[in-house]
């Protein structure tokens, strides 16, 4: 089926460096989501793009946070500066359409702040 | 806000035994309703969806029935594999005209089947 590819699958950065978590979403599809999970915690809903806007972020979208897909690329979310707290596993996810449409998501990114 | 409340982290079956994992919900209009399964090391998938109440959507063996009335989407099997064994997460997206598609992800129930 569909595939999302994450990528890198591992990150371990610095508290206070920049990162870069891309995604290549399914060919055809026109609505990408991020998602993160702390250890042991449930998936939790970041982020949806669509049109090269933000049509919904949570109170998790911090001000560091920001998202884009240049020209059909790679959909990227991006920490900057990062912290401790920021470290999960971020989900990428995208889907043809939005609300009942099944959503495909990637395998994550762990990401480690020291 | 909308939440989704899995109540067993853990169940452990022996292969052959009926499944039921249980999955309720609060949401202010009445949600597009999903199963999602991960196994280890790769990504979720959808299991099956539902919409419509009363209706129950199958797939790979595995059924839920919404019912509106209890707020609930319980996924049932007849039979457990041991290839079933995974980790489950109910979910749900909002049915209104600002929906933007957001999941709303329960705690996940992890499921062993043993031989």
């Known amino acids: 089926g569909p595939k999302v590819l994450q990528i890198p699958s591992h990150q371990i950065i610095d508290m206070g460096q920049m990162v870069t978590l891309n995604c290549d979403p399914v060919?055809?599809?026109?609505?990408f989501y991020w998602y993160k999970q702390i250890l042991g915690q449930q998936m939790e809903f970041l982020v949806n793009f669509y049109n090269g806007k933000v049509m919904e972020k949570s109170k998790l979208f911090k001000d560091q946070f920001s998202v884009e897909r240049p020209d059909g690329s790679y959909f990227t979310l991006k920490i900057q500066p990062t912290a401790l707290e920021d470290s999960a596993v971020y989900f990428c996810?995208?889907?043809?359409?939005?609300?009942?449409?099944?959503?495909?998501f990637g395998p994550g990114t762990r990401l480690t702040v020291l | 806000g909308d939440s989704v409340t899995q109540t067993e982290g853990l169940v452990t079956l022996t292969e052959g035994l009926p499944v039921m994992l249980n999955c309720t919900y609060q949401?202010?209009?009445?949600?597009?309703l999903f199963w999602y399964v991960q196994h280890l090391n790769e990504a979720p998938k959808l299991l099956l969806k539902?919409?419509?109440?009363?209706k129950r959507p199958e797939h790979q063996g595995f059924h839920a029935t919404l019912h509106k009335s209890s707020s609930s989407f319980h996924l049932q099997k007849s039979s457990a594999q041991l290839s079933d064994s995974a980790l489950y997460y109910c979910a749900l997206s909002e049915n209104t005209g600002a929906n933007t598609g957001k999941l709303t992800f329960g705690h996940g129930t992890i499921l062993r089947v043993h031989p």
């Open positions: 996810a995208s889907s043809p359409d939005w609300g009942r449409y099944e959503q495909y």
């Open positions: 539902s919409f419509t109440d009363n």
């Open positions: 949401s202010t209009y009445s949600p597009f």
């Open positions: 060919s055809n599809h026109l609505y």
